[in-house]
Every structure is written in structure tokens, then in C-alpha cells.
């Protein structure tokens, strides 16, 4: 059976193991099913970066799904940019200096993958997590777009 309080499996117990709220009859199934899902669709909003992004800001409406979406979008969107140019860079400079923007690059590319798997972490366990300044843009664009 699982606790209707805290959604844990409490097996034949009469009280939850986790939080000690008395088990009912009617506790044959999870009740946090809709948060979970939307957990999960948080997480694959960061899955393929800015590209799950676009996708779950299209299709799907729950305010959760849309932030993290628009956070994907706006983080990893800018990342790709900045690589862009930055390769750019690469191919006028003299081959003396082409190790700059590659260093940048690399640099960014760790970066990015550190906050890849942080926020997809952050997401899946259901945290509202804003970065700092882009997080706050991220909300505002999420409630403003109409899709």
C-alpha cells in the first residue's frame, strides 16, 4: 500500500514508514502519479538542450513543464550561440591565437555540461530551480508565450 501523505510504499504496515500518517483503505496506489510525470517531463526539457526545449514549450501547458522549457531554452540556446561565434573566432584569428577562443570554448562546454546535469537533476526532483537572472527572465517568458 502507499501513504496518501507521502506517496512511500508502506507494505502491510497500519502507519507509513516515512511520515507515520495512518494507512487507509484506499491505499493501494500512489497519489503523487501527476507530480512524477511532471518531474519527468522537466527532466527531458534539458534532455537534447534548447531542441527539448522548443518541443515541450509547444506542447506542453503546465506552468512547471513551461519554466524549466523556457530555462532550456534560454541557457542552452545562448550556449550554442556563444559556441558558434566562438568557432568563428577560431578560423580568422592567426594560428598563434587560435588557442584563446578554443580554451573559451572548452571552458564554456564543461560549464555547460555541469549545469546540463545539474538542472536536469534539479527538475526531476521537482525543485522550482531558477538560475540567477536567467531564471527570472526564463518565468516571465514562460507565462507570457502563447502557444
Same mark, same amino acid.
Given at each position: 500500500?502507499? /501513504?496518501? +501523505? /507521502?506517496?512511500?510504499?508502506?507494505?502491510?504496515? +497500519?502507519? /507509513?514508514?516515512? /511520515? &507515520?500518517?495512518?494507512?487507509?483503505?484506499?491505499?493501494?496506489?500512489?497519489?503523487?502519479?501527476?507530480?512524477?510525470?511532471?518531474?519527468?517531463?522537466?527532466?527531458?526539457?534539458?534532455?537534447?538542450?534548447?531542441?527539448?526545449?522548443?518541443?515541450?514549450?509547444?506542447?506542453? +501547458?503546465?506552468?512547471?513543464?513551461?519554466?524549466?522549457?523556457?530555462?532550456?531554452?534560454?541557457?542552452?540556446?545562448?550556449?550554442?550561440?556563444?559556441?558558434?561565434?566562438?568557432?568563428?573566432?577560431?578560423?580568422?584569428? *592567426?594560428?598563434?591565437?587560435? $588557442?584563446? *577562443?578554443?580554451?573559451?570554448?572548452?571552458?564554456?562546454?564543461?560549464?555547460? $555540461?555541469?549545469?546540463?546535469?545539474?538542472?536536469?537533476?534539479?527538475?526531476?526532483?521537482?525543485?522550482?530551480?531558477?538560475? *540567477?537572472?536567467? &531564471?527570472?527572465?526564463?518565468?516571465?517568458?514562460?507565462?507570457?508565450? +502563447?502557444?
Amino acid at each position: 500500500m502507499f /501513504c496518501q +501523505k /507521502c506517496g512511500k510504499d508502506a507494505g502491510d504496515e +497500519k502507519f /507509513c514508514p516515512g /511520515c &507515520g500518517a495512518e494507512m487507509g483503505a484506499d491505499s493501494s496506489k500512489p497519489t503523487n502519479i501527476i507530480a512524477t510525470s511532471e518531474n519527468t517531463a522537466g527532466l527531458f526539457t534539458y534532455v537534447l538542450g534548447w531542441v527539448s526545449g522548443i518541443v515541450f514549450i509547444i506542447i506542453d +501547458k503546465r506552468p512547471y513543464v513551461r519554466f524549466h522549457a523556457m530555462q532550456s531554452i534560454i541557457v542552452f540556446g545562448s550556449l550554442s550561440i556563444l559556441n558558434i561565434i566562438l568557432s568563428g573566432f577560431t578560423s580568422i584569428l *592567426p594560428y598563434g591565437l587560435w $588557442f584563446i *577562443p578554443n580554451l573559451i570554448n572548452k571552458l564554456l562546454s564543461l560549464g555547460g $555540461f555541469i549545469l546540463w546535469v545539474l538542472l536536469i537533476i534539479k527538475a526531476y526532483q521537482g525543485n522550482f530551480y531558477k538560475l *540567477p537572472i536567467i &531564471g527570472d527572465y526564463a518565468e516571465r517568458l514562460s507565462k507570457n508565450v +502563447k502557444l
